[in-house]
């Protein structure tokens, strides 16, 4: 079972970035999907949710608006996009598949948005 996130990295203030998770070990299509971050000295927290089909989706009041879930099940990839950027959207940025008794976490991928 693997996770990998990619897509991270440094943009400035108001720019944009699209993250990967690419699944593989496990039968995709059936697992919700959620995006959290966790910045420097502070708790992981939500960002974002799609249910297995992609039919529902939700999000953190922080990002809502200028953050957009969403999934592939025939690439086993789930995105998301982040548009204007802000330095508090500093963070590692981690996905998680679960479904019930099962979850799996991927390794992270930075994201720093400085100018």
């Known amino acids: 079972v693997q996770l990998v996130e990619s897509g991270g990295g440094l943009v400035q203030p108001g720019g944009s970035l699209r993250l990967s998770c690419t699944a593989s070990?496990?039968?995709?299509?059936?697992?919700?999907m959620t995006w959290y971050r966790q910045a420097p000295g502070k708790e992981r927290e939500f960002v974002a949710h799609?249910?297995?089909?992609?039919?529902?989706?939700n999000y953190a009041a922080s990002v809502k608006g200028r953050f957009t879930i969403s999934r592939d099940n025939a690439k086993n990839t789930v995105y998301l996009q982040m548009n204007s950027l802000k330095p508090e959207d500093t963070a590692v940025y981690y996905c998680?598949?679960?479904?019930?008794?099962?979850?799996?976490w991927g390794q992270g991928t930075q994201v720093t948005v400085s100018s």
């Open positions: 998680n598949a679960i479904r019930v008794f099962a979850s799996y």
């Open positions: 070990g496990f039968t995709f299509s059936s697992y919700h």
């Open positions: 799609v249910t297995n089909d992609g039919g529902n989706t």
